[in-house]
């Protein structure tokens, strides 16, 4: 506790008070504050360091190397049961059109969302876009978490990523 007490000396300047009590009564009164006023809810910083908290250098260097440089993408989610786009009928991909950007990124967001959910497969309409493309993998894993006799009645056997 001392060393707290010396150690507000040293952020502090001293202050002396002229112990006459009506001129502290209106210091006291002036110096005080709501709780939750403004000023308690957000005090600001307690100290400010000379350096700044991250330098190229710095934030370069560590576990996560290069993960700052990333652009983080966020992946469409999967819509909820009674959703419109479930309710209407989905649009053929014209095949001129399987190999544009377009598609093709809609392709791979697919693929990436049915991996985090997990699932064996996934269409279009599930994460909000009314096209018919089905992307579907069952790997080893997957099939691993499934009772063994519910693997033996389906016949589950592992495959490759298939697109539809």
Do not use: C
Not at 141 to 149: L, M, N, Q, V
Request: glycine residues 6%; without cysteine.
């Amino acid at each position: 506790m001392e060393l707290l007490h010396k150690f507000s000396f040293r952020l502090l300047p001293p202050v002396t008070f002229n112990f006459n009590h009506t001129r502290l009564a209106s210091l006291y009164l002036s110096t005080r504050f709501p709780v939750s006023g403004p000023a308690f809810s957000d005090p600001g910083p307690l100290f400010t360091s000379r350096r700044p908290l991250s330098s190229s250098v710095v934030s370069k260097a560590g576990w996560f190397l290069g993960l700052g440089e990333r652009k983080k993408t966020s992946l469409p989610e999967i819509v909820k049961a009674g959703d419109p786009v479930l309710h209407e009928p989905a649009k053929e991909v014209d095949p001129g059109e399987i190999g544009s950007e377009r598609i093709q990124n809609i392709i791979a967001d697919m693929v990436r969302v049915m991996r985090m959910a997990p699932g064996v497969g996934l269409a279009a309409p599930q994460i909000g876009i009314p096209l018919q493309i089905i992307v579907l993998e069952d790997t080893t894993e997957y099939i691993s978490y499934a009772p063994k006799e519910e693997i033996k009645a389906q016949d589950r056997r592992p495959f490759d990523l298939l697109l539809f």
